[in-house]
C-alpha cells in the first residue's frame, strides 16, 4: 500500500508540473529577453524578402545622408523602394505592380544605366528610386513597421523575379503619383516618344488627396520666374494641349513656354493647369500630380479597388508590354561586384 501511494504520490506530482511547466516551453521560443513577444520572429520574417543567393544580383546604393554605400540583395532593394515610393495602406495589387515597376526600372538600369559612381550603382533619391534602410522605416512607422513590412514583402516575392518587357527588353517602368485623368504621351513631356508609354485613361484619380491644388503668385512674381513681362491681362493668354489633356505650349507676350516649363519653373504639381489673374495675383488651378507618364499610382490602387489584379494594372498602364522572368535579362549581372 505504502509503495502504491508513493506512486500515486509522484504522478499526481509529475502531472503538476507538467501543467505548470508546459506552458512556458509553449511561450518562450516566440518572447525575448526584454518581453517583446513576438517581435524577434516577426522582425526576422520581415526584415528579408530573400538571401542574397536568391537575388540575381545586388544592388550598390550610394546613401545621400551619410555618402556611404550600401549593397543590397535585389529583392530587398524592391521591398525598401515600394515601402518608400507607394503609400503601404495601398491595396495589395497595386503593391504588387509598383513592385514589378522597381524591379524593372532597376534592372533597366543596371543592364544600360549610367552608374553614380564606380562604386556606386544608384542613389536613394528621385533622381532614381528612392530608398529607405530599415532604421529609417522604423523611424517612420514605429510601432506598425512589423505590420508594414511584412505586407510589402509579400508583395514583392507574390512578383519575385518578374519584370515588365516590351520586345524582349526591360522597359522604361516610369511611375508617378495621380494623374488627371489620364496618363501622357512620353513625346509629349519627354520629346522622346515610347510605344508603351502612351496616354490612357485613368478615372480613378480623381479620389487621390493630390488630384486637384491651386497655387497663388503676384503678377511680379510670376514675371520674375518667367523672365517676361506681362502687360494684358494673363487670362487672354493662348494655350495648347496634349492628348493627355495638360497643357502643351502656353504664350506670354511674344515668349512661348511649354507646360512642363511652366510646371518646373512655378513649381506646380503638374503640368494639367489653367490660369485667373485676380488684379495683381495669378492663380494656377492644377489637375494630377508628377509628370504624368507611366502608371499613376492613385489609378493603380483605384484599379485594385475595383477588383483588377496587378498584371491588369500594368498591362493597362504600359501598354503592348509583357510580363517576364528577370533572369534573362541579368546573365551578365551578378552578386559579386569588385
Not at 259 to 264: A, F, V
Not at 271 to 285: A, E, L, P, R, W
Not at 305 to 322: L, R
Amino acid at each position: 500500500m505504502k509503495k502504491n501511494n508513493g506512486i500515486g504520490i509522484i504522478a499526481v506530482c509529475g502531472l503538476f508540473a507538467t501543467i505548470l511547466i508546459l506552458p512556458t516551453l509553449i511561450v518562450v521560443p516566440f518572447t525575448n529577453s526584454d518581453g517583446t513577444g513576438e517581435e524577434v520572429q516577426e522582425t526576422n520574417q520581415t526584415e528579408q524578402v530573400s538571401t542574397a543567393e536568391d537575388s540575381p544580383f545586388a544592388v550598390r546604393v550610394f546613401r545621400s545622408t551619410t555618402e556611404q554605400i550600401e549593397e543590397v540583395p535585389l529583392e530587398n532593394y524592391v521591398a525598401r523602394v515600394v515601402a518608400s515610393e507607394m503609400p503601404v495602406n495601398f491595396e495589395m495589387e497595386a503593391l504588387k505592380a509598383q513592385a514589378l515597376a522597381a524591379r524593372t526600372y532597376i534592372t533597366r538600369h543596371m543592364i544600360e544605366g549610367e552608374k553614380v559612381s564606380p562604386e556606386a550603382d544608384v542613389t536613394d533619391t528621385v533622381n532614381h528610386q528612392v530608398y529607405k534602410d530599415e532604421e529609417q522605416l522604423r523611424s517612420q512607422w514605429k510601432e506598425d513597421y512589423n505590420e508594414n513590412m511584412k505586407k510589402i514583402n509579400q508583395a514583392v516575392e507574390a512578383t519575385k523575379g518578374e519584370i515588365i518587357t516590351y520586345k524582349q527588353e526591360p522597359i522604361d517602368a516610369a511611375f508617378f503619383s495621380t494623374s488627371n485623368g489620364y496618363t501622357e504621351n512620353a513625346g509629349d513631356y519627354w520629346e522622346k516618344d515610347i510605344p508603351y508609354l502612351q496616354s490612357v485613361e485613368s478615372p480613378w484619380d480623381q479620389k487621390s488627396p493630390k488630384f486637384a491644388d491651386q497655387k497663388i503668385l503676384t503678377v511680379a512674381e510670376l514675371e520674375q520666374t518667367l523672365g517676361v513681362n506681362i502687360d494684358s491681362n494673363i487670362q487672354q493668354t493662348s494655350m495648347t494641349k496634349t492628348e493627355g489633356n495638360r497643357v502643351d505650349e502656353v504664350h506670354f507676350g511674344d515668349q512661348t513656354f511649354s507646360g512642363r516649363e511652366i510646371r518646373e519653373k512655378v513649381g506646380l504639381p503638374s503640368s494639367d493647369f489653367s490660369i485667373k489673374q485676380k488684379g495683381d495675383h495669378v492663380i494656377f488651378t492644377t489637375k494630377g500630380y508628377g509628370h504624368g507618364v507611366g502608371m499613376s499610382q492613385y489609378g493603380a490602387n483605384g484599379m485594385a479597388k475595383s477588383g483588377k489584379n496587378y498584371k491588369e494594372i500594368i498591362h493597362h498602364y504600359y501598354q503592348n508590354t509583357e510580363i517576364a522572368p528577370v533572369s534573362t535579362q541579368t546573365a551578365s549581372l551578378t552578386i559579386e561586384k569588385e
